[in-house]
């Protein structure tokens, strides 16, 4: 350890007044900081990376552990000190606080707040909470503001649904409505094959209330659209990250995000692209960090991102942070992984409703959607997998009024890598359809979901 | 991914790949920029692995390469085979473990970003470890056993556990050499559950509390 110090501080010396070439930028965790980066100032400040596990949707009465995994960095790239404070409010009383220094393993108890998010007796609440960090040289990273905080909620009621395995190697076949081999041209998806790296296809697609099937082409910089495999249109929308995803409002309006690099401060953007034309908006910030998912369900496009693992739009930034998806209607989708169970419930003025925890036999992988189905419903589509043998699919759950109206297994079909949580959308016709990629080319899947929409 | 699996056994064979050579007519990138510099090292951590690697974030991706500067950019765009800037996937695990060039060796370097090495091992390799080896083959892939800085690794790609984080949707940041088009970057992948890709963990990392540790630490309530 010290003879890296030194070997550092030996090469700083002989890059001389290059010191931004060690230098690291000063924003993390999303949020920029006051300099930009860039500057001199920011660059030589450490680097605060936060990140935490978020409960989203708890039971009364459960213990609430909120890891917290906070790393401070010189612009050297050895370890640096800093305080971790994690704050929280629930009930009428007021702001809350514990702290510790930084490090990874950090775990916060909020099970205090979480009781009294129910004290007079309510079937639900919520707790309002921030995590932050700061490090000498005033480097600071907050997630969440007491103004515009994170939040999860407890309710009374979530009833238990087990949700029956199905047999690996038991997959639904689908029928495929959209087939594009691999190449360029109007009716090829670009792929750029890994060689010690991955293959690269198409980051994400969407279906709409005319059979249209979207495709973000990142390859060929386009968002192409398809009846059946007939290109309907192009629209060029320039060079977008392998994580940028494709959502449509409700009147038929399509959004692109996008990021402009890998690191933990990137900036995400949006843009719409212009309907029936060869156009695309300027883009609007959404915020920095890693996004997971855009969706445009109510007109205006969200992204939710990490760290914060918030839902956010443009151009308010923080102001209008929500822990769920916003449905039409103002209601927001709650969802959680983790174990062998996902939590879903809806909001509706604050009130947690219709709150279910699916559990199943196995440890899941990643939550690939979850949307409302039908009134009272939900469906589901995650990753469940078997280490001995090994044996991996998707499994696709539909649930309503506490009992599992459908379930099938849908193979994994990942030659090319897509966004994780870009394979799967339902469409307004309530079927489901899949992103699937194979050696020869890219697939848009319909599933059936038995017409219980 | 065959000719690469070859080409770094041949590279390993004839013992050169402790430095890659530049092989343009043209001088290269890494002609240019890299140089040797390494030291054996001790209590390795991994915090100071993922410190190691925040630098090499926003570079360039370049197959069996491995020397990269800290300017968040890729300094040789569109040009993964050509000596230019960054590691493949593979190279930059082995950088970030600090593993010894030869093939099985025990022990800690650390490697300056600048020195052009790939290491021994492709992704192949990462995935299917011998037991001799200074990394080994996690028995499952929860949450429960895999830490921060372990890797994921297939035939054909390896990504290190940036964080004991979990988002909302069970996916997992993942600090990777994801191709020439975006570079070395922090990307939400699904590798945790996909039995193409199997937990690999470095041997013998010092514990992150040292040289202060006091016991596990109790959650901190907050009131």
């Given at each position: 350890m010290r003879r890296r110090g030194r070997v550092v501080a030996v090469l700083a010396a002989l890059l001389g007044a290059g010191s931004l070439a060690w230098a690291i930028p000063?924003?993390?965790?999303?949020i920029p900081l006051s300099a930009p980066v860039g500057s001199i100032g920011a660059r030589a400040r450490p680097h605060l990376g936060l990140t935490y596990t978020p409960p989203v949707l708890v039971r009364a009465g459960e213990p609430v552990s909120v890891p917290v995994d906070a790393a401070c960095l010189t612009v050297g790239g050895t370890e640096c000190s800093a305080t971790v404070t994690v704050a929280a409010r629930a009930g009428a009383a007021g702001w809350s606080r514990a702290s510790a220094a930084a490090g990874a393993f950090l775990r916060f108890d909020l099970t205090a707040p979480a009781a009294r998010a129910l004290e007079?007796?309510?079937?639900s609440g919520s707790v309002a909470f921030t995590v932050s960090a700061r490090a000498g040289g005033a480097a600071a990273v907050a997630l969440?503001?007491?103004?515009t905080p994170l939040r999860f909620y407890v309710t009374r009621r979530m009833p238990v649904v087990s949700v029956p395995a199905v047999p690996f190697g038991h997959a639904a076949a689908g029928r495929t409505t959209l087939y594009l081999p691999w190449g360029?041209?109007?009716e090829a998806a670009g792929v750029a094959i890994g060689n010690e790296s991955l293959t690269l296809g198409p980051s994400s697609f969407t279906v709409d209330r005319g059979g249209l099937t979207y495709v973000l082409d990142g390859l060929q910089q386009r968002l192409a659209v398809f009846r059946g495999s007939s290109l309907v249109r192009a629209v060029g929308v320039g060079r977008v990250s392998p994580d940028a995803d494709v959502a449509l409002a409700p009147m038929g309006e399509a959004f692109v995000s996008s990021s402009d690099?890998?690191?933990?401060?990137r900036a995400v953007a949006v843009r719409r692209v212009t309907r029936g034309a060869s156009g695309i908006d300027s883009s609007q910030l959404i915020g920095h960090g890693i996004p997971a998912q855009l969706d445009a369900g109510t007109g205006v496009p969200r992204v939710r991102l990490l760290p914060e693992d918030e839902w956010r739009s443009a151009p308010s930034g923080q102001s209008s942070l929500t822990v769920g998806r916003l449905l039409p209607g103002g209601a927001e989708l709650l969802s959680v992984v983790r174990g062998g169970s996902v939590r879903l419930g809806t909001v509706v003025r604050g009130s947690v409703r219709d709150a279910v925890e699916l559990r199943f036999g196995t440890d899941l992988g990643e939550l690939a959607l979850a949307a409302p189905f039908g009134s009272n419903g939900y469906v589901v589509v995650v990753h469940v997998a078997s280490d001995h043998p090994a044996a991996d699919q998707y499994q696709a759950v539909v649930v309503r009024d506490g009992r599992v109206v459908s379930t099938f297994a849908i193979a994994r079909a990942d030659y090319a890598r897509s966004a994780p949580l870009s394979r799967f959308r339902l469409g307004p016709d309530g079927a489901l359809y899949q992103l699937a990629s194979s050696s020869d080319g890219v697939r848009v899947v319909r599933f059936d979901l038995g017409g219980v929409a | 991914m065959k000719r690469g699996a070859l080409a770094i056994g041949f590279l390993i064979l004839t013992g050169s790949l402790t430095l890659l050579p530049a092989t343009a007519a043209r001088a290269s990138w890494v002609s240019n920029n890299c140089y040797v510099n390494n030291v054996s090292d001790s209590h390795v951590r991994r915090s100071d692995a993922k410190a190691y690697v925040s630098i090499a974030l926003d570079e360039g991706y370049e197959w069996g390469g491995g020397c990269w500067n800290d300017?968040?950019?890729?300094?040789?765009?569109?040009?993964?085979?050509?000596?230019?800037?960054g590691p493949d996937c593979s190279g930059l695990t082995f950088k970030a473990w600090e593993l010894?060039?030869?093939?099985?060796?025990s022990g800690f370097i650390w490697w300056d970003k600048f020195q052009n090495i790939h290491g021994p091992y492709s992704s192949t390799s990462f995935h299917s470890p011998q037991s001799t080896w200074p990394f080994f083959k996690l028995a499952d892939k929860s949450y429960d056993t895999t830490i921060y800085m372990d890797a994921f690794a297939k035939d054909g790609h390896i990504g290190l556990l940036w964080t004991e984080s979990q988002p909302q949707d069970g996916t997992d940041s993942i600090a990777e050499?994801?191709?020439?088009?975006?570079?070395v970057g922090t990307w939400l992948e699904?590798?945790?559950?996909?039995?193409d890709y199997a937990g690999i963990r470095r041997k013998d990392w010092t514990p992150?509390?040292?040289?202060?540790?006091?016991?596990p630490r109790s959650p901190i309530e907050v009131p």
């Open positions: 000063a924003t993390a965790g999303g007079g007796g309510a079937a969440g503001t007491e103004a360029s041209g109007p690099g890998g690191s933990d401060q | 300017n968040d950019r890729d300094d040789t765009p569109g040009q993964p085979n050509s000596a230019g800037e010894r060039s030869s093939v099985g060796a050499a994801l191709g020439d088009a975006w570079g699904s590798y945790r559950r996909n039995t992150d509390c040292w040289p202060n540790c006091k016991g």
